[in-house]
């Protein structure tokens, strides 16, 4: 009997021949990726309009909670490639988690720099926990992330910001398990748009596979920013951008051209939603399909249902929202956003039934 190795497919090794590695690249794996695309139960009936497909991509079972993590081991396998010693991100949260976890797996150093205030809890949490350096500076995402451009221009640092060539090129990956799910293109993509890496990772995915020939279509990408820091929407740069929705508030998308250009070319729209808007979403999305995903997130169903009343998504497609985090990385928010009574009841039967009305 010989013994065999336990099989775990990293997310490069599924997908090598797409990506830039070679079989001498160090691959740095915590399970990312291979993620659940799920139906959509009660939604599409609720909203009225009962013959959309509709999907949920889920995101939020990434290792570290988002699809950071599926940029994020191919930046830091590559990083181990050119021998560097430390990564450096500005980050809301989700990079900085992401980055932290792979940097440690890699034995790396990971500065992270923090705007001050707005970064979720949860997520500051995973970056300590990881063991990166944080310095909060007295800035916003924006300044933060100039910042560390300086850095990485002047000190022996490598910067695994969505700038990092390798982020936007391991997340396209996402895309192609879109399409293995379905075993076709979905009609239409509904995604958060932030700094816009993800929507033109998405794009260059299903692009590619259409051209290869796997699929004989590709979607139309939908792409959503949040009301107070939509500046692709607006055409200008926000200079303080305001949003409940902090893995979204960002003023001056890095990607911004690439982003434009996949919705262009692929025949969608860029679009905002209200935070108003993407609080209903968040709650319907717990409340009749039992997932919990991430305030940002929900601005991808958010705006599928404003595109939908609009007749710019037809009612009778397929449609897959990328729901981009895990809702656990912000435990205060549905507390803040339902109401609950949690006032103590007497602890016996008939009070009990009493209060649940059975
Ligand atoms: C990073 C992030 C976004 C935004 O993605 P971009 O690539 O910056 O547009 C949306 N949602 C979550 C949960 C994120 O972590």
Redesign the pocket.
Known sequence: MHKTAPQVLSLISKYAEFLPVTLDTPIVSLGEGNTPLVEASSLPKKLGFPNLRLYFKL??LNPTG???DRGMTLAISKAVEENASAVICAS????SASAAAFATKAGLDCFVLLPHGHVALGKVAQAIHYGARLVQIKGNFDRALQLVKEIGDKCPVTIVN?INPYRLEG?KTAAFEVIEALGEAPDYLC???????????YRRGFKLFHEIGRVTSAPKMH?FEAEGSAAIVQGKPIENPETI?T??R?GN???WKE?EAAAVDSGGKIDSVTDEEILDAYKLLGSSEGIF??P??A?SVAGLIKHLKAGLIQADASAVCVL???GL?DPETPQKVNKVDLSPVEANLDALRKVMGI
């Open positions: 995101e939020g988002s699809f950071k809301t949260g989700n990079t969505s997340q995604i958060p748009v932030g700094n816009a890496g993800n929507i033109s990772a792409g929705a893995a979204i960002i998308p890095a990607s982003a995903c991430e940002s997130s601005a981009t985090g895990n990385k």
